[in-house]
């Protein structure tokens, strides 16, 4: 499927082996925002109804994209359930600077970045520390959302996790 790009810290990752399979939620996602969009265009959050995917509502973050002055940044408008969950604290409402650990900063920043040049979804897979374990693989796709069908204004970020810290399969 050509409709989305792998991360380039995922692809150096993997040092020229196979990605692995997007899971069927990532699939579903792009099926559901290509079918919602205007013809031509990138859909909007007017266009989708959080009801259409319920089953992983905990596990989308809405991320305003804030342009000022030739500079971007990223704040968190919306964090699902299991993502307040999995990280351990509330950041709802923070810029990508003070909600993530800094290690984590400059990957997720370039993963969003990445976006905004390809209009495109990107996907990436990594381990993320997380306070019941040393670590879990995370795994996400930030996909691109336009008010007016062409200026990106927000993205929609669906995550997964192995394991799933929750013990369960992370989609309710």
Same mark, same amino acid.
């Given at each position: 499927?050509?409709?989305?790009?792998?991360?380039?810290?995922?692809?150096?990752?993997?040092?020229?082996?196979?990605?692995?399979?997007?899971?069927?939620?990532?699939?579903?996602?792009? #099926?559901?925002?290509?079918?919602? %969009?205007?013809? *031509?265009?990138? +859909?909007? /959050?007017?266009?989708? =109804?959080?009801?259409?995917?319920?089953?992983?509502?905990?596990?989308?973050?809405?991320?305003?994209?804030?342009?000022?002055?030739?500079?971007?940044?990223?704040?968190? #408008?919306?964090?699902? *359930? !299991?993502?307040? #969950?999995? %990280?351990? /604290?509330?950041?709802?409402?923070?810029?990508?600077?003070?909600?993530?650990?800094?290690? @984590?900063?400059?990957?997720?920043?370039?993963?969003?970045?990445?976006? @905004?040049?390809? /209009?495109? +979804?990107?996907?990436?897979?990594?381990?993320?520390?997380?306070? =019941? /374990?040393?670590?879990?693989? !995370?795994?996400?796709?930030?996909?691109?959302? %336009? !008010?007016?069908?062409?200026?990106?204004?927000?993205?929609?970020?669906?995550? *997964?996790?192995?394991?799933?810290? !929750?013990?369960?399969?992370?989609?309710?």
């Amino acid at each position: 499927m050509s409709d989305f790009c792998y991360s380039d810290y995922y692809l150096k990752e993997l040092s020229g082996r196979e990605p692995m399979a997007l899971h069927p939620r990532f699939v579903d996602m792009m #099926r559901y925002l290509k079918s919602v %969009a205007p013809m *031509g265009q990138l +859909p909007g /959050r007017q266009h989708i =109804d959080p009801l259409d995917f319920r089953r992983v509502i905990s596990l989308i973050n809405l991320v305003d994209v804030e342009r000022s002055e030739g500079e971007v940044r990223f704040r968190y #408008r919306l964090v699902g *359930g !299991a993502q307040t #969950r999995n %990280a351990g /604290r509330e950041t709802t409402g923070l810029l990508l600077e003070n909600a993530l650990l800094p290690e @984590l900063l400059p990957r997720v920043r370039d993963n969003m970045c990445k976006v @905004l040049a390809t /209009r495109q +979804p990107v996907f990436d897979s990594f381990p993320m520390p997380h306070p =019941d /374990r040393q670590f879990i693989i !995370a795994q996400r796709m930030y996909y691109p959302l %336009a !008010a007016d069908g062409q200026t990106i204004n927000m993205l929609l970020m669906l995550h *997964g996790y192995d394991p799933d810290p !929750a013990g369960g399969s992370g989609e309710s």
